[in-house]
């Protein structure tokens, strides 16, 4: 069932330890399958290196086991939520890499002080408030504090980022860190100073319209 985005979302996650988004067993990443809306999501506590396709998960919207042998990731029900309540989201990624999620520790969020930021997000990257791990709560803050940002920190917990695809919320989550690596250097120099809303909003713009091979 969905082997096709089980090897997506098993290569991904292996992805996520390889840009050294996280460490031994924390993070994941999940993918919608449009056409039947079920979500392929890494297991619970299986380290990178051995995590095969065949170990994926397959799992309903509603959280029910469709397929697999072992017990989807603690966050399930995060990313299901967002699922539900984003129907232009097919993939999923949330990491505590280290960076982006000191200033998730300290509830402030990333300032659109870089050009990278303007492209890539479209505005400062946004911190929702804590919430616990389990149920729908986490969820929840995302859909209600995300925007139209693709990533989002959560305080004193780390990094959520999605995308129309797993391959987008992976880059997104890699550019996040990247950001914030950058962001939290320079405040050693100094204040950081945001970039003009109008000039963000061309920035992105110009970057979602006219970036890569395919636009004109």
């Known amino acids: 069932m969905l082997d096709e985005l089980k090897e997506r979302v098993c290569r991904l996650n292996k992805e996520l330890e390889r840009q050294g988004l996280v460490t031994m067993t924390s993070g994941n990443v999940s993918g919608r399958d449009p056409a039947t809306n079920r979500v392929v ?32 990731s603690v966050d399930t029900a995060t990313h299901l939520y967002v699922y539900r309540h984003r129907s232009d989201v097919n993939g999923l990624v949330h990491t505590h890499s280290s ?23 479209g505005g400062p990257i946004p911190v929702g408030p804590y919430a616990p791990i389990g149920e729908d709560e986490i969820g929840q803050a995302i859909v209600e504090h995300i925007g139209d940002s693709k990533a989002i920190l959560m305080k004193q917990h780390g990094v959520f980022t999605i995308g129309p695809s797993p391959e987008a919320a992976l880059k997104s ?23 003009p809303p109008a000039e963000v909003d061309r920035a992105h713009a110009r970057y979602r319209d006219r970036y890569g091979q395919g636009k004109a």
């Open 99 to 121: 960076y982006a999620t000191a200033f998730a520790a300290v509830g402030r969020e990333i300032p659109c002080a870089l050009t990278a930021i303007a492209d890539e997000f």
């Open 173 to 195: 989550a890699v550019m996040v860190e990247d950001v914030a690596r950058t962001c939290f250097l320079a405040l050693q120099l100094g204040e950081l100073s945001p970039i």
């Open 41 to 72: 999501i890494k297991p619970s506590g299986v380290a990178y290196e051995r995590l095969r396709a065949g170990d994926m998960v397959v799992v309903s919207l509603e959280g029910e086991v469709i397929e697999g042998k072992l017990k989807p």
